[in-house]
């Protein structure tokens, strides 16, 4: 016997149901939309009426600000300023000068063991003080000037004249440098040296090694020195250069650069060559 036609759902107002005894689809009422209560009908002309209210609400929303900050990033076509760029992918000589400083810094703070008396070395600090006086420009200015005033060959006079010059020399140069630079003093050092004015404050260069290079240049080209005495001279000029890092006043680019300043210092003393008749000529 046939089974009777299904209803039409559409006819009925109904949703199928499957699953139902019998395999029949029975179909269940739909639910009604809930009634809402509508807004008043002046807030409806208020928010109709209005367009530039509507207008600032749409561009205040963040999804609108997100949005128009990217279309004008993208629109514009600029990408992320130049210095972000640089700072990103810094250039291999920034590298190489940034990790020499480091290692610069570190080197000399370890090797500050003379710094004062409670440091590891402590005990030997009057001994590299005692060298540090021995490279300062006041005993040298004031015996190359007794020796000019005592000397009674033209010779030894010249000399003298020429090495009072590169002493003078030494001291404009330096603080011109220092001045410059204006790069300070180890932090572990203590300002307890010997006859310091203002530019001393700074560090770079250290004058004590580009005066121990120059002088210690000085004296083996132009003294008759024997063997040990040559010796002497040399293990003096390195013994100035080493004593101002073990007392904390330099980092140890100050006087490897001070040392190679001083070297080129007695060149220019060689090019203004000064003899005490062409002094004595020019002056009358």
Not at 255 to 283: D, I, K, R, T
Request: hydrophobic share 40%; charged share 15%.
């Amino acid at each position: 016997m046939p089974s009777p036609k299904a209803k039409n759902p559409s006819r009925s107002g109904g949703s199928p149901v499957l699953g139902s005894p019998g395999g029949r689809c029975d179909f269940l009422p739909l639910a009604k939309p809930l009634n809402r209560p509508s807004p008043p009908s002046h807030l409806l002309q208020r928010q109709g009426s209005d367009p530039t209210t509507a207008r600032l609400r749409a561009s205040d929303s963040p999804t609108r600000r997100r949005g128009s900050s990217s279309s004008t990033g993208s629109a514009s076509g600029q990408g992320p300023p130049e210095e972000d760029g640089i700072r990103l992918n810094p250039t291999f000589l920034g590298v190489a000068l940034s990790s020499l400083l480091a290692v610069d810094l570190w080197l000399s703070k370890r090797m500050g063991v003379c710094a004062c008396e409670d440091s590891s070395w402590g005990s030997v600090r009057p001994l590299m003080k005692l060298i540090e006086v021995s490279g300062h420009g006041v005993p040298w200015l004031a015996g190359t000037v007794y020796c000019l005033y005592k000397s009674d060959s033209a010779a030894g006079q010249e000399v003298m004249l020429n090495l009072l010059l590169g002493l003078l020399l030494d001291l404009v140069l330096v603080a011109v440098v220092k001045a410059v630079v204006r790069r300070p003093r180890p932090a572990h050092n203590r300002m307890d040296m010997f006859a310091t004015v203002s530019v001393d404050r700074y560090s770079f260069p250290s004058g004590h090694a580009t005066r121990a290079a120059m002088c210690g240049r000085f004296l083996l080209a132009h003294l008759v020195l024997a063997a040990p005495l040559r010796v002497l001279v040399l293990l003096w000029t390195g013994l100035v250069g080493l004593s101002r890092v073990l007392l904390g006043r330099h980092n140890v680019t100050d006087v490897v650069f001070g040392f190679w300043m001083g070297y080129c210092q007695y060149n220019l003393v060689e090019m203004l060559w000064l003899s005490p008749q062409a002094l004595l000529g020019q002056l009358t």
